[in-house]
């Protein structure tokens, strides 16, 4: 909170909203971050057509510790067919909404996957324990040489996404720069 409010003007709570279950109070939130894709791939049918509705409304979803979440990522597809996931590549917005990032931290050979309609990216899928990384509490074992400056500057771009889905994609403002 305080690096992207110091750094930012977006403002977050003091205290992330925690919930362990994917419900209609998690679904009333813009974004949600998910730790443990069990979580999600345990939804039942309604919960997951409820999930894909709020994707579908504007909601961005953010799963980390994934690695092989291919029944998820096939559920989702079949409900939003438009849509397509790929790996994020170095020209994505995520790279340059506030930051310039030459990467995103790898774990191992997984690296952080979205799935994006809609012309916008909807689900982040990041292969480890960001959130450790960002945070400093502990070395995260994917990440362990990530520092908490790198962590902060790529989740401030994630912030920037979030908030405002395609910022930097028109470049209105490029004449003026």
């Not at 994707?55 to 409900?79: D, P, T």
């Not at 170095?90 to 994006?116: A, K, N, T």
Request: hydrophobic letters at 40%; one cysteine or more; a negative charge.
């Amino acid at each position: 909170k305080r690096e992207v409010s110091g750094r930012t003007s977006i403002e977050l709570l003091d205290q992330a909203k925690l919930g362990s279950q994917m419900n209609a109070d998690a679904l009333s939130e813009p974004w949600l971050w998910v730790a443990q894709p069990s979580i999600i791939e345990g939804l039942s049918r309604s919960e997951r057509a409820e999930l894909i509705s709020w994707l579908q409304r504007g909601g961005f979803l953010i799963v980390e510790n994934y690695r092989n979440v291919g029944s998820f990522r096939n559920k989702i597809l079949e409900a939003i067919p438009q849509g397509q996931w790929k790996l994020i590549p170095p020209d994505h917005e995520l790279m340059r909404s506030f930051h310039l990032l030459s990467s995103l931290p790898q774990c191992g050979e997984v690296g952080w996957e979205g799935f994006q309609f809609d012309q916008r990216l909807a689900i982040l899928l990041i292969p480890g324990e960001f959130l450790e990384s960002l945070t400093g509490q502990t070395s995260s074992a994917c990440f362990p040489t990530l520092t908490q400056e790198q962590a902060s500057k790529i989740f401030i771009n994630l912030m920037m996404v979030v908030l405002t889905t395609d910022y930097k994609k028109d470049q209105v403002h490029l004449p003026e720069i």
